[in-house]
């Protein structure tokens, strides 16, 4: 099935600051999703992303597809932003065609 | 608001005894499924629906088993849970195959 790995494993940031989260993935993709998973864990959709830039507040995110990268940008981060981030990714054929996770990003954010 | 809710949020029993986790939607998607996400570790699929139509993971055990008697509804039924089945269980849904996906707010089991 497809690969998804996720960089870095962990991050600490002090709130204020901007960070880039990064989703590699092995083949073509029909879905990549990111996702936010709170305290509860509930996963919170953050943005659904096979192709191009999207925003949302203070929060973006790219995906190059040709190149198989999706990349998660936070700006001015607060400490509601601490958490796991999760990047999930679906091929377009056979055993690629589930939602496949990534290992996750753990994101503290220290006031 | 149109969301995907789960009941209950946290469910207790007993090595062995019989357990279902319940998953409606008022989306009105095509698509249910259920997913498996232990301790520190990335949600992993057991199987889904879509309509009727039941998709199995290859490597879902035998005790775990779903049925989906109507669009808005989807169970997971665990014959006998052992204790490696404590997990927190999500149900998602989504209107397509390879469409976005909406999580629940997820069950999270204690087997004793």
């Known amino acids: 099935g497809i690969q998804v790995e996720q960089s870095p494993p962990d991050l600490i940031l002090q709130e204020g600051a901007n960070s880039t989260l990064r989703c590699n993935f092995s083949?073509?993709?029909?879905?990549l999703q990111w996702f936010h998973q709170n305290p509860w864990g509930q996963l919170i959709n953050l943005f659904y992303?096979?192709?191009g830039t999207k925003q949302n507040g203070r929060l973006s995110a790219t995906t190059v597809a040709t190149e198989r990268y999706s990349l998660l940008y936070i700006s001015s981060s607060q400490t509601t932003d601490s958490g796991v981030y999760f990047c999930a990714a679906r091929g377009n054929t056979g055993a690629n065609s589930k939602l496949t996770f990534g290992k996750g990003i753990t994101l503290s954010v220290r006031p | 608001d149109a969301m995907v809710i789960q009941n209950p949020r946290y469910q207790v029993t007993q090595f062995g005894k019989p357990v279902t986790l319940s998953c409606s939607q008022t989306?009105?998607?095509?698509?249910m499924y259920w997913y498996q996400q232990k301790s520190s570790q990335a949600p992993k699929l057991l199987f889904h629906y879509y309509d009727k139509d039941f998709n199995n993971e290859a490597d879902t055990p035998d005790n775990f088993q779903s049925r989906r008697p109507n669009t808005s509804f989807c169970f997971l039924d665990i014959r006998s849970p052992g204790l490696g089945d404590a997990a927190m269980y999500l149900c998602?849904?989504?209107?397509?195959?390879?469409?976005?996906?909406?999580f629940g707010p997820g069950t999270r089991l204690t087997v004793l």
């Open positions: 998602a849904t989504s209107s397509r195959t390879g469409g976005p996906q909406y």
């Open positions: 083949d073509s993709v029909n879905n």
């Open positions: 992303i096979p192709s």
């Open positions: 989306l009105n998607h095509n698509v």
